[in-house]
């Protein structure tokens, strides 16, 4: 932590000068970048060729090799919220020594609602945290910098949710079986004026396409506290309702009630039911479940809208309730 912190001390300093208050990612514009660290477009290492590393003519890197400055240890960050698609400790050329090593793939949106993938790779992946499906949240450690020499982040981004298609890893020696992890694409096309140029497969400039994004933002929500009865008989159903924003469409069944009973002074979590959104304004939705409880005595109900890479999770405040 004391490492992020610093690093974002860093960021606000970079992003002073009339900036103010999302400080904390780099180009004023919000994200966080991978490396704690703005890098200016066009990325250093995007489409440079390497004819001499492979042998099937010119192979062009569809990322960013920033590699001043680094050391094996080093964080990265997630830009911002996301959820990580792929996750592997086992990649060739990732590794120490071209070995296998770890990279991995987190999705993100912009604001004005572009999915894209991006790469992180030459790096050591915690897999028991960071599996496929784990969210992730702004500024996050993903990951740190291996022993690849020099260390340093090998980052991409690919625009959409699938994968780079037709597959460039389709030659002899090259052959990959997960194409989301290319780091360099052999093939060319031509331009509309004539012009040959690298075909890129969906891979973008990571640098230019990050200063000329914002990240989504989550709107200002809110789950509030469920209104129950203050009384109820032994499995009677009542209904426990409230208020969401941002609102989800009509008839999710995002929202659990979490009922607890009260057993020797301690709170024991004895029921869940589910509750159905349905359209309450422009910006809310109601959350409607109904609910039995068997057991006498003292109860409180609260709700829980889980996360997902547009929403943070949340909790309500406490209900209080006595069945009787
Ligand atoms: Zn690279």
Redesign the pocket.
Known sequence: MIVLAISFALLLAIGAGGQRARAVSAAPNGWYWPTGKVIAAPAP?WLQSRPTQYKLGPAW?V???DVASHKAGDPCYALDWGVVVLSRMDVSGYGPGGGKGGAMVVRYDTSDGTYFNALY??VVIDLKKFKVGTKVTPGEQLCTLNKYSPP?L???IHLGTGNPKPLPWTKPKFVSTVSMLM?HTYDTTKTASGKIVPETYGFTDPAGFLLNHTPWIAPPSSLTTPSVPATSAPKSSFYGRGLLSPKRPAGSKNIQLICQHLENGKWVKKATFFATDVDATASHSSYVATAGLAMTGSWRVQALAPGNMDFPARQSGWAYLTIK
């Open positions: 290492g890197h990322a960013w090799d790779g030459h340093h090998h980052f991409g780091g």
